[in-house]
Each structure stands twice: as structure tokens, then as C-alpha cells.
């Protein structure tokens, strides 16, 4: 049975940093790409950035330059480090085994104040 268990996430003011982590099992992580997908409050799911087996990453428009996204093998875990975070960014994260979200874990709230 595939797990995907996010945990690190909470308040933070505008400017600041916060490290997600997503904790895997269930499948072969190291050779799967991996999703971070999000979700503000009355929005729809939003692609937010992957990262391939072999580490290299992409992310969204409204993220690229702050975010951060990075994976270890050897423990299947998934990172994804916030930097310069803004309000926009406030939103329940996800991490997912694509990108439209259809497998995910069940979130970590990010709440960001200025």
C-alpha cells in the first residue's frame, strides 16, 4: 500500500523559511519522480514543483527561485524547503505521486502572515 506522510509545516511570517517533509512507503521511491502539489483555501489544486529519480527538479511559475525541492533515496523521503515564502503562499501541500495530485498524502498546512 503506497504511504505518503507529510509533516513540517505551520505559521511563518512573510520572508521566512519552512522545510516540508514527506515520508514514503510502499513502493519503489528511488525510482519514481515525485510531485509537491498544493492547495489554497477556495482554489484548485496547484502543480507547485517534481523531482525526477535521478534529483533533478522543476517547479511552478509562482515558486521558482524560493523553492527548493530535494529527495533522499535511501530513506524515501521527500523534501520541499520554502524560502522567502509570501501570503500567496498559504495553502495545504501535498506531496503526490503525480502531478495533478490523484495519489497524495493527506497535507501539511502552510500559513503564511505578513
Known amino acids: 500500500e503506497v504511504q505518503l506522510v507529510e509533516s513540517g509545516g505551520g505559521s511563518v511570517e512573510t520572508g521566512g523559511s519552512l522545510r516540508l517533509s514527506c515520508a514514503t512507503s510502499g513502493f519503489s521511491f528511488d525510482f519514481h519522480s515525485m510531485y509537491w502539489v498544493r492547495q489554497a483555501p477556495g482554489k484548485e489544486l496547484e502543480w507547485v514543483a517534481d523531482?525526477?529519480?535521478?534529483?533533478?527538479?522543476y517547479y511552478g511559475d509562482s515558486v521558482k527561485g524560493r523553492f527548493i525541492s530535494s529527495r533522499d533515496n535511501a530513506k524515501s523521503i521527500l523534501y520541499l524547503q520554502l524560502n522567502k515564502v509570501k501570503t500567496e503562499d498559504t495553502a495545504m501541500y501535498y506531496c503526490?505521486?503525480?502531478?495533478?495530485?490523484?495519489?497524495r498524502g493527506q497535507g501539511t498546512q502552510v500559513t503564511v502572515s505578513s
Open positions: 523531482i525526477r529519480d535521478v534529483g533533478s527538479a
Open positions: 503526490a505521486r503525480d502531478r495533478y495530485g490523484n495519489v
